[in-house]
């Protein structure tokens, strides 16, 4: 080797392993800094009382959606991050009101309950004085439309009224092997009895609301349990001029009795809200521009929007406050990155994926050149879980990744090669349909499922901070780590598992269009 050519290896060696040297001295004071910052000095809690407490829950189409992305531009802005609103359809406009419910006969007591969203309103200035009744056993079809005339006037209970108000568990604690093998038994008989009802009028549950809306009922009651003490799941009304309420499964029980041992219970309900027409729909975008590769992309994700029976605290204001913190903390110690980092706050997730299915439409140039996609949204717990999302060479970059989260974080994470692409059930999914790297944050539940997830119980209260402070730190470590790499990531998908129950390899997700038009039709 000639000795020009020597020197310029030895020169192209050293340049190489002081880079080398200089990323790893600039990682770890990173990993410092974040960690001391978001354990002295989090923004969290503050985050959380001004989008939970006071802009609260965000529908999709509601004044409060709108609020809740114009509050994140301004607190951007407040940090030095570029941010923005992005429009990408078109929604129902509604805004919920006052919801008060009353038993005013056999006796006299105030009801726990709420409209559900979108329902229609009660006269303004006219309460709802009427008597409920029970939707009865019928023999058939044609036996439900001969009793639908009983309906006129009145409050309808369509819904199951449970057994016990207790949750499962607190039989399996307490009660004696023969009282919960009977509580079982006689909560199954129950719901099959309630199932076999309701099939018995030959309707599903939206054509029932409707065809009792028709028949002039006052009004729908129901209850949707959520299997915890005092919860309730709250969705959307299928009616379009009555209006849909839920009571609590106490107090639905309670007008429940009256009805079936005749005592007639008359009920007065005042249930307001307002239609606001067509009205546009956001999503909510923060970016950190890059410096040496500023057309690629690592991203941050959580939906924006909640349901509206409480505040959407842990779903999905979890996420979204660990990602607001998480970009606070990438500005001021990783004000430069390498690759373009952006966070979306998504729309309409609860809808069926819509603010981040109509961007990946929308923005081929970013999917196209993701390195990669980090998404949290299952409540308030700590990550626990990451896989691969079905992309074969995610073993190559994703531990190197997180070999820089501290121990205590990291340690407490499972992860799975190459895992398998998420079909649904949130964000990161409408980016795997396209083919891009969209990671899942999988967190610990917490009761998730029974106690927050789309309930009336969803509020601040229930945020764990310090879980979701190690969230922060994790998601902002997993962006630099992204950010840095000198590889472009790898889109190669795995061999899709075989289905047992077709003993045919399964098939990667295919994109879904965006409902750009929702609740219009």
Do not use: C
């Amino acid at each position: 080797m000639k000795t020009t050519q020597k020197s310029r290896l030895l020169l192209f060696i050293a340049t190489m392993l002081s880079s080398s040297f200089a990323f790893s001295q600039s990682k770890e004071a990173f990993v410092a800094n974040v960690t001391k910052e978001a354990t002295e000095n989090s923004q969290l809690e503050k985050l959380a009382h001004e989008l939970l407490d006071v802009v609260g829950p965000r529908l999709v189409g509601t004044p409060q959606m709108k609020q809740a992305g114009d509050w994140a531009v301004k607190k951007y802005g407040e940090w030095g991050i570029s941010s923005r609103m992005e429009n990408w359809g078109e929604w129902r406009g509604w805004e919920r009101g006052i919801t008060h419910i009353d038993l005013m006969s056999p006796r006299l007591r105030s009801l726990e309950g709420t409209q559900l969203a979108w329902s229609p309103s009660t006269a303004k200035g006219k309460p709802i004085n009427a008597e409920a009744i029970v939707l009865p056993v019928v023999a058939d079809s044609m036996a439900f439309v001969k009793w639908l005339p009983m309906v006129k006037g009145k409050l309808v209970l369509i819904s199951q009224a449970q057994i016990s108000g207790r949750p499962d568990k607190n039989y399996e604690d307490f009660a004696t092997k023969d009282g919960l093998a009977k509580f079982k038994k006689d909560k199954q008989d129950a719901a099959n009895a309630w199932r076999d009802r309701l099939s018995k009028t030959g309707l599903n549950a939206k054509n029932l609301a409707l065809a009792i809306e028709k028949a002039g009922a006052a009004g729908i009651i129901i209850n949707n349990w959520s299997a915890g003490w005092g919860v309730d799941k709250v969705f959307g009304a299928n009616t379009t001029k009555i209006p849909t309420l839920n009571l609590s499964l106490e107090d639905y029980g309670l007008v429940y009795r009256l009805v079936e041992y005749g005592s007639k219970p008359m009920l007065r309900i005042t249930s307001e809200s307002k239609e606001l027409g067509v009205v546009p729909t956001f999503n909510t975008f923060a970016e950190i521009k890059g410096s040496e590769k500023p057309n690629e992309y690592v991203m941050l994700s959580a939906h924006f929007d909640s349901w509206d029976a409480s505040s959407g605290a842990t779903d999905n204001g979890t996420g979204t406050i660990m990602m607001m913190e998480t970009m606070r903390l990438l500005k001021k110690f990783y004000p430069n990155p390498k690759r373009t980092i952006l966070v979306g706050h998504w729309a309409s997730e609860e809808q069926g994926l819509n603010g981040s299915r109509a961007f990946v439409e929308d923005h081929p140039e970013i999917i196209n050149n993701l390195q990669a996609l980090f998404n949290q949204d299952n409540g308030t717990g700590r990550v626990v879980n990451i896989g691969g999302a079905g992309f074969a060479k995610a073993k190559d970059f994703l531990p190197r990744w997180l070999a820089a989260v501290p121990d205590t974080i990291r340690n407490q994470i499972k992860t799975n090669y190459p895992g398998t692409p998420s079909g649904g059930g949130s964000d990161n999914a409408s980016f795997v349909a396209a083919g891009a790297l969209g990671f899942s944050l999988g967190a610990l539940p917490w009761d998730y499922f029974s106690y927050t997830w789309h309930t009336n119980r969803d509020t601040y209260d229930k945020i764990v901070f310090d879980e979701v402070r190690n969230n922060a730190i994790l998601a902002a470590i997993l962006v630099y780590m992204a950010s840095e790499d000198p590889e472009k990531t790898s889109t190669e998908k795995a061999p899709m598992p075989v289905n047992p129950r077709t003993n045919q390899p399964g098939i990667w997700p295919t994109p879904v269009k965006a409902n750009r038009k929702g609740g219009l039709n």
